[in-house]
């Protein structure tokens, strides 16, 4: 089992900045691909990035590229999501989840889910 704890979430208003973080326990972080995830009210959940075991590579929904930017920080079983030039569009509870395997492309097309998600931590962007 892993367990993933989210924050960092709050009340911004458009164009500011708000950095989320996943503290991840139980199992080796390092072995495990990273992503984020957002649900925003009356909307399913969408896929917003992604991150793989290393760090090395990275993928984002088209809605957030350029704007949001995923990391990790393996000794610290942390992971972020920093989230600049926000929109009331980005508004939703965000999640974080964790997964053996980087499926992030049947993530985006909702043909898969993460195995592991943690409480998922509220973003409001007031226009």
């Known amino acids: 089992q892993v367990q993933l704890v989210e924050s960092g979430g709050g009340l911004v208003q458009a164009g500011g900045s708000l950095r989320l973080s996943c503290a991840a326990s139980?199992?080796?972080?390092?072995?495990?691909?990273m992503g984020w995830f957002r649900q925003a009210p009356g909307k399913e959940r969408e896929f917003v990035a992604a991150?793989?075991?290393?760090?090395?590579?990275?993928y984002y929904a088209d809605s957030v590229k350029d704007r949001f930017t995923i990391s990790r920080d393996n000794a610290e079983n942390t992971m972020y999501l920093q989230m600049n030039s926000l929109k009331p569009e980005d508004t939703a509870v965000y999640y974080c989840?964790?997964?053996?395997?980087?499926?992030?492309?049947?993530?985006?097309?909702?043909?898969?889910?993460?195995?592991?998600w943690g409480q998922g931590t509220q973003v409001t962007v007031s226009s």
């Open positions: 991150i793989s075991w290393s760090g090395g590579s990275t």
């Open positions: 139980g199992r080796t972080f390092s072995n495990y691909a």
């Open positions: 989840a964790a997964n053996r395997f980087a499926n992030w492309r049947a993530w985006a097309l909702k043909l898969a889910e993460p195995d592991y």
